[in-house]
């Protein structure tokens, strides 16, 4: 069964930084294959996308976090990352790592999902 397990969530002031990271547990094949990406929540919002990293190495960003945010990949330690600088209070939300082995469906309810870390920013 695959497991993602985040980590890296907290409390931080505006302008400061944070590291996410997402292990992935029990996948048969490296993280090599997989498309990956984090996603948010804030109360009351929707899901969104913020950065993703496809197979062939290929990043993708929201216009909110470009600039600030790096999303990266350590295949041999089958291990997501987020790398996030110059936060924002509007930053603060539930991050979940996502995982999809199937080409195009990331983010969806067939990827394997984390079970969420909080990012909470003060200004």
């Known amino acids: 069964q695959v497991q993602l397990v985040e980590s890296g969530g907290g409390s931080v002031q505006a302008g400061g930084s944070l590291t996410l990271s997402c292990a992935v547990f029990?996948?048969?094949?490296?993280?090599?294959?997989?498309?990956m990406g984090w996603f948010r929540q804030a109360p009351g919002k929707e899901r969104e996308g913020v950065a993703l990293?496809?197979?062939?190495?290929?990043?993708n960003y929201a216009d909110s976090v470009k600039g600030r945010f790096t999303i990266s990949k350590d295949n041999a330690k089958n291990t997501l990352y987020l790398q996030m600088n110059s936060l924002k209070p509007e930053d603060t939300a539930t991050y979940y790592c996502?995982?999809?082995?199937?080409?195009?469906?990331?983010?969806?309810?067939?990827?394997?999902w984390g079970q969420g870390t909080q990012v909470t920013v003060s200004s």
């Open positions: 996502a995982a999809e082995p199937s080409p195009g469906r990331l983010g969806t309810s067939h990827s394997y």
């Open positions: 029990g996948y048969t094949y490296s993280t090599y294959y997989m498309e």
């Open positions: 990293i496809f197979s062939d190495g290929r990043t």
